[in-house]
């Protein structure tokens, strides 16, 4: 008799088990986010002469073992819509990054996207490797706040513009896979 039960509750465990992961798999479908975002992120290094136009500072210094490693950057990084470094601002991106790699360039970056804005209001985390010979990078977006509580995703990073040392200019692709608002 209690074989019988045992078996009874694992078949009621595995039937469970399976709707739950249906139901999550059909949720998260990589070709129809539930909500994206293609905005362009502007980090203008502070070289020691400009103090007002800088939006990220080195913290520590790169080593001599070559590729930056070590070098250590918080920012606080204007967001816009369109590639243009003097469109109005949708929101800020603040965090760091550091290079970790000794035989290419290589950065990890954990950062908040800010919004306060007519369309958006909230927060989306983002971190992740960032290896930057490749020309598609993807990082994982790992919550948020307001208009993305909770949400998780990608954001496909992709150089859109590089003027030595000081200027990036990075597109990223946000698509969110889990939202809640």
């Given at each position: 008799?209690?074989?019988?039960?045992?078996?009874?509750?694992?078949?009621?465990?595995?039937?469970?088990?399976?709707?739950?992961?249906?139901?999550?798999?059909?949720?998260?479908?990589?070709?129809?986010p539930c909500k994206r975002l293609v905005l362009y992120y502007h980090?203008?290094?502070?070289?020691?002469?400009?103090?007002?136009?800088?939006?990220?500072?080195?913290?520590?210094?790169?080593?001599?073992?070559?590729?930056?490693?070590?070098?250590?950057?918080?920012?606080?990084?204007?967001?816009?819509?369109?590639?243009?470094?003097?469109?109005?601002?949708?929101?800020?991106?603040?965090?760091?990054?550091?290079?970790?790699?000794?035989?290419?360039?290589?950065?990890?970056?954990?950062?908040?996207?800010?919004?306060?804005?007519?369309?958006?209001?909230?927060?989306?985390?983002?971190?992740?490797?960032?290896?930057?010979?490749?020309?598609?990078?993807?990082?994982?977006?790992?919550?948020?706040?307001?208009?993305?509580?909770?949400?998780r995703g990608i954001a496909t990073f992709k150089t859109d513009d590089?003027?030595?040392?000081?200027?990036?200019?990075?597109?990223?692709?946000?698509?969110?896979?889990?939202?809640?608002?």
């Open positions: 008799m209690m074989n019988l039960i045992n078996r009874f509750c694992l078949a009621i465990l595995f039937i469970l088990l399976s709707c739950s992961l249906s139901t999550c798999a059909s949720k998260l479908n990589p070709d129809k980090d203008i290094l502070f070289n020691g002469t400009d103090l007002s136009n800088a939006t990220s500072a080195k913290i520590t210094n790169d080593t001599a073992l070559g590729f930056h490693f070590g070098m250590m950057v918080v920012f606080d990084d204007p967001l816009t819509k369109d590639n243009r470094l003097l469109s109005p601002p949708v929101g800020r991106a603040q965090g760091f990054y550091f290079y970790d790699r000794k035989t290419t360039y290589n950065a990890w970056f954990a950062y908040t996207l800010i919004f306060n804005s007519s369309d958006y209001k909230g927060t989306l985390n983002i971190m992740g490797a960032d290896p930057l010979p490749e020309k598609t990078r993807d990082l994982s977006v790992v919550g948020g706040t307001g208009d993305f509580f909770m949400a590089f003027q030595g040392d000081y200027y990036f200019r990075l597109k990223m692709d946000i698509k969110l896979y889990e939202c809640y608002k």
